[in-house]
């Protein structure tokens, strides 16, 4: 699979890459599963605090607000951070961004780089454009660092590895670090991984980390991980790059106490990540480089239909409750950040590419209720299919059907032949011929019993009987 | 208590007995039920594929028709739902779209909020699984649903349970989409059959032997699978549950 691109919408979207994971259905049902239990777990996280919902509310609050305000709040945060002895930069789009961190390295001769997790560089292919300039990229997140070591996207933005059974695991680091062959016990491969890392680490003069919130009023920056990845690849290499879009500021140090407590309870269920790390400024003697990021962004910011997706704090409790992306796998969507928020983001970066997405949802409305910002995700999907169906890439055959249904639903009379002519099929046509190639409902499934009576001509009778 | 049924275009075609047995249990709640015949389409399945401008004429059509009862009430969550939650953006100001709006109900909530049903007098002495149908469960509230942490509640299970001989079955996964959704349904034929197949393994090895819902759409989708697998399962909308054991 190419590195965060789709194939064309339309007929080669989503449908055909989910129906070739579906094709495995043990496979599926394990991902499927092992997805599910995180929703559980966040489920039972949410409900120990009897103020759930309200954080949730006050967490959207937060997040509409600074969005009215986000220059504001940038510059402020600028301030504060250059106060404490941060360089700021400013990063129109991915490739900016890209240059930017790529003249940081070179100009100090640094040719390796242990990176956290971060989808935003993931957003803006930076391994890809790194290793093309002759840095070593070194992803420290196991998750991470599995995928990277297979060549591929990660598939969730919080459990990069999780399309990865074990087995398969154990055999990758069998061919690339060199662990026994067969292999597969989780202790012993993490082991091998830990100490392979602290290589890295060690040899690194630089670190390269996300960031979970940018603080106005402090200029300080908060990453949360599990694995300590970002504090070892921090405190060891004496420079610290932090790439952030610009929707990851917060007015004041005492917001975090809001999204804090909702984000790891809602992407693992989980209190609170092992590490929530603050940083205000360099470590004596390094150097501190916060990298802004808009692409995209302010465009989104201007579409009054879609702006409430920036609220995003990345957690991934949509995908883990949606029942398309348990069955599905994030590759399927061919976005760097897939499931439910990566369907409405995507279309938002290139229409044409990501065409299917916004169709990739039954529009069950789960991901609305677990969202710990509370974007409405399934109303924006189905925004997304009107906004795209409206462009000049909608589909045509269905285009027509519509129409067609639209003439005919809009007359009684038509209406009613149209049913009576769709009964008669269901009841009287051979076969082979209602189960041919183009019912698609019909391959898995059968068709519904069609009745002699539609219910209006029953109740004709019923009130004739009565009168 | 003056009742217009809103059926929906597949019930009204295909399930008849569903819009039979949902006139029938509000007449016995002691309601007047009429049928304005010249209702046809919420336009629901245009407003769900993305074509706004398709479902339009439909929207301000359903109001032509119904507007001015006191009660509408209809046998499917998600076409009550696209009435109340979704019209707003093809109907625009019209003047008598509030009004409709706040008329229009699912049958179970209409039975539990607005004639105060707590208890149906009947017997159904089966084993049966209810299929929580998305846009009844989360845009109309039917039920509280797993993901908040609110008091739980659930209209439809309350009418339920309070049959004579009725036992619900509880399954693993209780409001897991069954994978219908409208046009999902072919376009995404793959992933949706999966879903359906999985709700169905749920209701069975919770020893159901019927599966009921207020959304034939769902259960159409789940029985056209069963059959096809040829599990032995009874799929039933609500209303005719409630129908039969009322007598």
């Known amino acids: 699979m190419s590195r965060g691109r789709g194939s064309a919408g339309g007929t080669t979207g989503h449908a055909e890459r989910a129906a070739a994971f579906v094709a495995d259905e043990d496979r599926a049902h394990w991902h499927d599963g092992a997805l599910w239990v995180v929703r559980r777990k966040r489920d039972l996280m949410a409900a120990e605090l009897p103020e759930w919902e309200a954080l949730r509310e006050r967490a959207a609050r937060i997040k509409a607000h600074t969005r009215a305000r986000l220059a504001e709040y940038l510059e402020q945060f600028e301030g504060e951070a250059t106060a404490r002895g941060a360089r700021v930069h400013w990063a ?135 694995e300590g990845n970002a504090d070892m690849g921090t405190s060891l290499p004496a420079v610290h790059l932090a790439s952030m879009g610009v929707e990851k500021v917060v007015p004041r140090l005492e917001d975090l106490s809001v999204f804090v407590r909702l984000l790891a309870r809602s992407a693992t269920g989980q209190p609170i990540t092992t590490y929530t790390s603050h940083f205000h400024g360099p470590r004596p003697g390094g150097e501190l480089h916060v990298v802004i990021v808009d692409n995209g962004r302010s465009r989104l910011l201007a579409e009054p239909a879609f702006r409430d997706a920036l609220a995003c704090i990345r957690c991934g409790a949509c995908m883990n409750t949606c029942p398309v992306f348990r069955r599905t796998g994030g590759h399927s969507y061919g976005f760097a950040i897939p499931g439910p928020i990566g369907a409405v983001l995507a279309p938002g970066r290139d229409p044409r590419a990501h065409l299917s997405l916004p169709f990739a949802s039954s529009l069950c409305g789960s991901c609305d209720d677990v969202c710990p910002v509370k974007i409405p995700l399934h109303e924006e999907l189905l925004e997304r299919r009107r906004q795209l169906l409206a462009g000049p890439g909608g589909r045509g055959a269905k285009r027509l059907a519509m129409r067609l249904a639209r003439f005919v639903l809009g007359s009684r009379a038509l209406y009613e032949a149209a049913g009576r002519g769709v009964r008669l099929l269901l009841r009287h046509a051979p076969r082979r011929l209602l189960y041919s190639r183009w019912n698609r409902w019909g391959r898995q499934r059968e068709l519904p019993a069609a009745p002699e009576k539609s219910f209006r001509q029953a109740w004709r009778d019923r009130e004739r009987g009565r009168g | 208590m003056k009742v217009a049924l809103f059926i929906p275009c597949y019930v009204d075609q295909l399930h008849p007995a569903v819009g039979l047995a949902t006139a029938r249990v509000l007449e016995r709640m002691g309601c007047e039920v009429v049928f304005p015949e010249d209702q046809t389409c919420c336009g629901q399945p245009m407003a769900n594929a993305g074509f706004a401008e398709d479902a339009a004429p439909l ?12 009660a509408v009430v209809c046998p499917s969550g998600s076409c009550t739902s696209m009435v109340r939650n979704h019209y707003r953006g093809l109907v625009g100001d019209d003047p008598r779209y509030p009004a409709l709006r706040a ?57 339920l349970r309070s049959l004579d001989g009725l036992e619900l079955v509880s399954l693993s996964r209780p409001d897991e989409c069954c994978g219908f959704g409208g046009t999902f349904a072919v376009a995404e034929e793959a992933v949706s059959c999966l879903m359906g197949r999985d709700r169905i393994a749920d209701h069975l090895r919770a020893g159901a032997e019927e599966v009921t819902g207020t959304d034939v759409s769902c259960l159409m989708h789940l029985e056209g699978l069963a059959r096809r697998a040829g599990t032995r399962l009874v799929f039933r909308h609500v209303a005719e549950i409630l129908a039969e054991a009322m007598g």
């Open chain 1, 92 to 226: 129109r789009d991915a490739e900016e961004h890209n240059r930017i961190v790529h003249g940081i390295l070179a100009e100090r001769g640094i040719s390796l780089l242990v990176k956290s997790k971060s989808m935003l560089t993931e957003e803006c292919h930076l391994n890809a454009w790194l290793e093309a300039r002759g840095v070593e990229v070194v992803d420290t997140d196991l998750g991470e660092r599995i995928v990277q070591l297979a060549g591929e996207p990660p598939s969730h933005i919080v459990l990069p590895a999780i399309h990865k059974r074990r087995e398969e695991i154990g055999e990758l680091f069998h061919r690339t670090l060199g662990t026994e062959a067969g292999a597969s016990d989780p202790g012993y491969l993490t082991g091998v991984a830990r100490r392979h890392l602290r290589e890295k680490f060690l040899a690194a003069r630089a670190g390269l980390t996300g960031v979970n919130f940018a603080v106005a009023e402090t200029g300080g920056l908060v990453v949360c991980t599990n």
């Open chain 2, 59 to 70: 929207a301000r059509r359903f109001l032509k028709v119904f507007h001015g009862h006191e």
């Open chain 2, 103 to 159: 008329a229009t109900y699912e049958l179970c909530e209409f039975l539990v909020d607005v004639l105060r049903v707590g208890r149906v007098r009947g017997r159904y002495p089966r084993r049966v699984g209810l299929h929580q149908s998305c846009h009844g469960l989360r845009e109309l509230r039917l039920g509280s649903g797993t993901e908040r942490p609110v008091a739980a509640f659930d209209k439809v299970a309350l009418l």
